[in-house]
């Protein structure tokens, strides 16, 4: 951190080292970031000594008290002003909470160091893991709270994080988990229908590629989008959260799971997540005449259409002058033609209904979710990655199936640029392509994953990435680090198997 201060800064730093008499008092008045430096970093020397003021004010100090809590405002004046002459207005940090942040002085710690490192806004996991942060005793969800220990019943971890992050001008974001419910999910009677299913038996929990970076662990199963029960579930989830008034919700695994391998390829109808009764049901729907129902019937338990079909089909509905459902292209052609000309026509539409049938139910579930936060004008974002839209050789797509390309141009768009090249240029890219594809391009705010000073993971250092993507793209204003646990990786050990007391 110490590289980007300015000079004065690293004058100040040495005389107050030097100094250790230096009347405490004096520090608000002096405490300063560099307002040419982008990431609006404070110096160690202020930090340690904010540092210093928690733990005495913690321990009962009244004095310290007192100045810890102009310190606090003085650096949140301080930040605010420093973003607001930065070309980086948003500088966020996603972190995950345990149940021991619940402890006094826990919260004040972690943002106080999010504030030294110039964050102005936190993307908190609310849900994540099969696990929600809500009070147990006050818990209308299908899934169980973070703290279950006795006594902390009625402890609200996410209202006192958007208190305290706001107290140090940290703007709060709930940021839940969408599609991915986690394992916790099934053990609520009558779930079991609302689980996504592919046609080779699987039911949600396909293992998750090696190479993504992965925040759900071992607590990924995904539901089918067109579920009833997974919508309501959600949606009572989403109506929860939003009672704490949070300053933004994001929402992040809108997708489907993506395997290894030959596995990470849709190239077929059984690879897609649209076996579940809901999303079989609502596929069956798109049939636009009897004879489109029943081949979308025997394509999807097949694989494919046979030379049968077709003949099976014209002679039992000679009403229909060709299977018709949605988005199919009509063939003038199709009635004079014969039954082996017509059959991979048939097969090439179906294959294009099933895969478009698989992303529209993850539009679908996503202006649902989203839909009650605008309704509280609370900004809303979508997480996904720049490739998870993407087709792969002939006529394959990625098994996420993202279509964020799709995703209402009202929300936030939270492309997580975590491609591995050993420099920027793949990151780079990865933003470009989400540009290039957006409507809005000052809603588009990148996701990064690194640490800061290096290259971790053969990742460049997090501000050589914002740097590069600056360069490019100077329209963008707002970029995240993903994690804090990266950044303080002992902090997060600590913090995650601790006992709460």
Known sequence: MARFLSSAQRFF??????????????????????????????????????????????????????????????????????????????QALWIRLYPCDAQPGALEALFDKMVAKGYNQVYIEVFGSGQVMLPQNDNPTAWPSLIRDNGYGDYDLLEEAITKGRERGLKVYAWLFTMNFGYSYTRRPGTEQALARNGRGQAGNRAIASQEINAGGEEELFIDPYSNQAKLDYYTLVQAVLRRRPDGVLFDYIRYPRGNGGDSVASRVQDLWIYGPAAQDALLRRALNLSGQELIRRFVARGSVLGQDVAELAERYP?????????????????????????????????????????????????????????????????????????????????????????????EWHPMAYGICGNTGCIVSQVQRVLE???????????????????????????????????????????????YSWQEPQSDRDRKFCQLQ
Not at 383 to 411: C, H, I, K, M
């Open 437 to 483: 594809r957006s409507p809005n391009p000052s809603k588009v705010m990148p996701v990064l994953a690194g640490t800061w000073g290096q290259s971790v993971r053969n990742r460049p250092a997090l501000e050589s990435q914002m740097l590069a993507i600056h360069q490019v793209a100077p329209q963008i204003q707002t970029m995240s680090h993903f994690a």
């Open 319 to 411: 009403q229909d002058p060709q299977p018709l459902w949605q988005g199919i292209s009509l063939d003038p052609a199709y009635p004079t033609a014969s039954i082996e000309q017509r059959r991979p026509f048939l097969q090439q539409q179906l294959w294009q209904l099933s895969v478009a049938h698989a992303m529209q139910g993850v539009v679908d579930f996503l202006n649902m979710a989203a839909t009650p936060v605008q309704q509280r004008n609370i900004p809303a974002g979508a997480v996904f990655f720049p490739e998870g839209n993407q087709t792969v050789n002939a006529g394959g797509y990625d098994s996420r199936l993202q279509p964020w390309d799709q995703f209402p141009t009202s929300l």
């Open 13 to 90: 730093a040495a005389a107050f080292m030097a100094a250790s008499s230096f009347p405490i008092g004096n520090l608000v008045a002096l405490a300063q970031v560099d307002p040419s430096a982008p990431f609006c970093q404070f110096s160690p020397v202020e930090v340690e000594r904010k540092e210093s003021l928690r733990q005495l004010a913690l321990q009962g100090d009244r004095d310290s008290q007192q100045r810890y809590r102009r310190l606090v405002d003085d650096h949140k004046d301080k930040l605010e002003r420093c973003r607001r002459s930065s070309w980086l207005r948003n």
